[in-house]
């Protein structure tokens, strides 16, 4: 008979609890399995579970158990995530469960009826020793930082200006519809104001460069967004790549992206590897971060000289390449963890020869997850298709990933922000900047 030991109860009571429990499960599962990036978009969907109960007033709680086989089972330990709700008689939305099952991994649902009760279990890769089990029950049960976040003053006048705005409206009941009204178009024309000044950082051209042309697109799902793209020419003439995706959705993720892509484009100058710039980015991101958000980023360096592409990725999606005869493959090379959660993290560099014909093609997450009104996801495979059959120019082929996801999409609402980024290897010296 399984052997079960329980490692921590921690209460969902508010959303700052709902964030500090999901990162502490980023740090749990990136000690289970570091190369498993799948683990980045359960993390998400589980935060989506918390806040959806947490919105309806359940007493919820998350546990976290060790279950080991008997000797004579082959199976491998496992790590069990417990979620339940005391007081709630509602199960989770069917496309929460949905994407939990679409992750492969275990989950088990009973008694949903009366008392909403979620095990889902994640396989440990090898037995754990005492001291792994120890270490994940510290990290579980650790104190909150509440008290320390509190002393941190966020010093962006926009963001208090919005807060203090909309706590006055809730508080005056007897402001009248024309006053409300009025409220309400400054705020969002203050939202269009930021919106707009978040477009105007992004870079609007690829840079002019021997053998590459560039073209991108963002198109964020609320009025700001998390997601960003860069280009950075550098000083020996080589040209910086980025592309990013925020956790988390609206301004806190809008404002984090400015912070991560100011920090990001003034390394890039001082630290001339990629691997290099993603590890000073990410130490000091991890100071300047109370909200306990965390940012993915693929960067890579393209030399004009040789043709050569070094890159290096803090758990975003890999990019995909499309060869000169069609071919088409994800980039190879192992990962480390995303940006803001732990300092002192190794970033792997890797590099690959482009040639004549090659295309490459960075996303964000809110492509291949874009859902339609039946809560099927776009994916990869969909993705990988329009790649295949697209001409290989940059405009053209970003135009036609674009429209063949709103396509699939329909009338459905865009759930997060959609990032793409197209390169074009062309082998030639002499041509213009292209408008994105």
């Not at 002393?151 to 706590?167: D, F, G, Y």
Request: hydrophobic share 40%.
């Amino acid at each position: 008979m399984s052997a079960i030991s329980e490692l921590g109860q921690v209460p969902l009571a508010t959303w700052e609890s709902c964030q500090r429990t999901r990162n502490k499960m980023l740090r749990i599962l990136q000690l289970i399995e570091p190369q498993e990036i799948v683990l980045i978009p359960l993390l998400s969907q589980l935060s989506d579970a918390f806040r959806w109960l947490l919105e309806q007033q359940a007493d919820a709680s998350v546990e976290l158990y060790h279950r080991s086989p008997p000797p004579w089972e082959t199976r491998k330990s496992e790590l069990l995530i417990r979620l339940q709700a005391e007081t709630f008689s509602t199960p989770l939305p069917d496309h929460l469960i949905q994407v939990l099952h679409n992750n492969s991994l275990s989950i088990n649902i009973r008694d949903t009826v009366r008392r909403p009760d979620y095990s889902i279990s994640v396989p440990f890769q090898h037995t754990p020793d005492p001291a792994l089990l120890a270490t994940i029950k510290e990290i579980f049960t650790e104190p909150s930082r509440d008290e320390l976040l509190k002393a941190i003053e966020l010093e962006n006048i926009v963001q208090k200006s919005l807060v203090i705005e909309v706590q006055s409206l809730l508080q005056e009941k007897n402001k009248s519809f024309e006053e409300l009204s009025e409220a309400r178009a400054r705020v969002m024309q203050e939202l269009e104001i930021a919106r707009a000044l978040q477009i105007a950082i992004l870079p609007d051209s690829f840079p002019a460069t021997s053998g590459l042309l560039g073209a991108a697109r963002i198109q964020p799902a609320t009025t700001m967004a998390g997601d960003f793209y860069d280009f950075v020419t550098l000083p020996d003439k080589r040209i910086g790549i980025v592309i990013a995706d925020v956790s988390g959705k609206g301004v806190p993720a809008a404002f984090f992206m400015a912070v991560s892509r100011t920090n990001l484009r003034n390394f890039a100058y001082e630290f001339l590897s990629p691997g290099a710039c993603l590890a000073r980015t990410n130490n000091v991101l991890c100071t300047q971060n109370p909200t306990l958000l965390f940012v993915t980023v693929f960067y890579c360096i393209y030399d004009p000289s040789n043709g050569t592409l070094d890159y290096a990725n803090g758990g975003h999606n890999p990019p995909y390449i499309r060869h000169a005869d069609g071919l088409v493959e994800k980039l190879d090379g192992s990962s480390g963890l995303v940006l803001g959660v732990l300092p002192e993290i190794d970033f792997p560099e890797h590099r690959i020869q482009l040639s004549p014909g090659d295309t490459l093609v960075l996303f964000t997450d809110g492509l291949t997850e874009a859902f339609n009104s039946a809560h099927e996801a776009y994916g990869e495979e969909s993705l990988v298709e329009v790649i295949k059959c697209s001409e290989s120019a940059s405009e053209t082929m970003l135009e036609a990933i674009f429209t063949d996801v709103a396509q699939f999409a329909g009338e459905a609402p865009q759930s997060d922000d959609i990032t793409v980024a197209v390169l074009e290897f062309i082998g030639e010296d002499n041509f213009s900047s292209i408008p994105l």
